[in-house]
């Protein structure tokens, strides 16, 4: 006896007929409410009425023949029942196939994109309806219930699942996706993992900048230009055009000349032009991550709409921080270079930010254009103004880019219910943002470091800042 229940019972509750285990439902782990997130609207009750009438008769059998036993009658009745409900549920978990039709997706930050995916009933009957459970982990985790209605034998079917990219670069796998199938009464539901290879790669969210005002425009002798690139004696070559006065006769193309029949010259990149140098802050100190918030993905995303903006307005762009120094460059080329780089960054340095600023801070060239990215956190104002100064003697443009670590505590303060020990350790970390001298208020010591200043607070871009500080200086 015990064999048999081995055999009926043990392999029908615990994994589906091709072998995968079966798992807890979606809404009994974490992630999901305690409840049932929704609601089955679409339970199939397309039990054959040949089998229906069957055990009908049986109940009607065993309540009439044993009248004394008719409670159980009903109970093994209901027992039959269970019997085919649970082996109608078993099969149904090895009856869907799911196949991702795109496996590799390219989409910025906060931008939506569907998961495409064709499922197909596998068995020679029907396929009762069911769920499936979807879950990207990107920077916010987000989790898609999608119901898939009865599929006909070996029918096929494409579904779309949209996500949001939510605000955070980086490479974000999609593994597997949970199925949940029902028998033909929808009581008895089953939980199996299909596994699917779908990657996603967020890059940065492109955010509109408005120019950046220059007062070191075509000082640097590097070549790159900014508001146009006019000719020049470098050697890198921009292309052809018509003879304007004040050409040289050098530089006249006769072979093309000769095919127009007006005179064409070889027009060349001028060699005074603008640098720009970005000084990214890395400290961990200076990470907050609360509902949605990253203060690292704002500094990530403020580093990487400098650089478009920058090489816009044709400037030579270099990376500095505490990994790597990257060469000067520009166009696409060197955007998606410096990109990558940017996505893969992570807040692993315990180096003061001002030490960092030191350290580095002969490779400023004259009259060019430094940029330092940090946090407002944790560092010595003394050794920063110095390091701003030695900048201005050499005739540096500084336009600071301070991440507001204050008014990300203050978001936190207000919408999380914090105990006595949350409270303390939150006003040892005001402590930390307002200690830098005497208690002043860091706004106002962003403002002294420099009047360029662009202070940064939870959910804002730098482009709204940077356009909101132009309209407050005109």
Not at 1 to 24: C, H, T, Y
Not at 49 to 59: E, P, R, S
Not at 140 to 155: D, G, M, P, T
């Amino acid at each position: 006896m015990r064999n048999i229940f081995d055999e009926l019972f043990d392999k029908w509750l615990v994994a589906s007929p091709d072998g995968r285990k079966f798992q807890p439902m979606p809404w009994e782990v974490d992630g999901f409410s305690a409840k049932r997130p929704l609601v089955f609207y679409d339970r199939p009750y397309g039990m054959p009425a040949v089998a229906v009438a069957w055990i009908l008769f049986l109940m009607a059998l065993f309540s009439f023949v044993f009248h004394i036993a008719v409670a159980g009658g009903f109970a093994i009745g209901a027992l039959v029942v269970w019997i085919f409900a649970c082996r109608d549920s078993w099969l149904q978990s090895a009856s869907l196939s799911i196949e991702p039709l795109t496996t590799t997706f390219r989409v910025q930050e906060r931008e939506t994109f569907n998961l495409c995916f064709k499922v197909k009933n596998l068995r020679s009957n029907q396929l009762n309806s069911c769920h499936l459970f979807i879950k990207f982990d990107g920077a916010v985790k987000r989790h898609q219930v999608f119901c898939i209605s009865a599929l006909a034998q070996n029918e096929g079917r494409q579904i779309d699942v949209a996500f949001n990219a939510d605000a955070g670069m980086g490479i974000y796998k999609l593994s597997e996706v949970q199925v949940v199938t029902f028998d033909f009464l929808g009581i008895l539901p089953r939980c199996v993992y299909h596994e699917v290879d779908v990657t996603v790669e967020v890059l940065p969210e492109s955010q509109a900048m408005p120019p950046i005002s220059l007062h070191v425009a075509g000082k640097t002798a590097h070549s790159g230009i900014i508001e146009a690139r006019l000719s020049g004696d470098s050697a890198s070559f921009l292309g052809l055009r018509p003879f304007r006065n004040g050409d040289s006769i050098r530089r006249i193309n006769w072979k093309k000349t000769e095919r127009f029949n007006s005179l064409i010259v070889r027009d060349f990149e001028r060699l005074s032009s603008t640098d720009a140098t970005i000084m990214i802050d890395q400290r961990s100190v200076g990470l907050f991550d609360f509902d949605g918030l990253n203060s690292f993905e704002h500094l990530k995303d403020a580093v990487m709409s400098l650089c478009r903006s920058l090489m816009n307005q044709r400037l030579r762009v270099r990376l500095i921080t505490s990994d790597f120094v990257t060469d000067f460059g520009k166009g696409d080329q060197f955007f998606e270079y410096v990109s990558e780089l940017v996505r893969d960054l992570q807040p692993n340095s315990i180096e003061r930010y001002e030490v960092f600023l030191t350290r580095h801070r002969e490779l400023v060239a004259p009259d060019s254009l430094v940029i330092p990215v940090f946090c407002a956190i944790d560092m010595d104002l003394a050794s920063l103004s110095e390091t701003f100064w030695a900048w201005d003697t050499i005739h540096s443009q500084i336009m600071p880019v301070v991440i507001d670590i204050p008014s990300f505590d203050q978001r936190i303060a207000k919408s999380a219910n914090l105990d006595a020990n949350e409270h303390r350790d939150l006003t040892f970390l005001r402590q930390l943002y307002s200690g830098l001298n005497g208690g002043e208020p860091y706004e106002n010591l962003a403002r002294k470091l420099s009047q360029a200043s662009i202070v940064i607070g939870p959910g804002e871009s730098i482009g709204q800042v940077y356009e909101r500080n132009s309209r407050w200086s005109r």
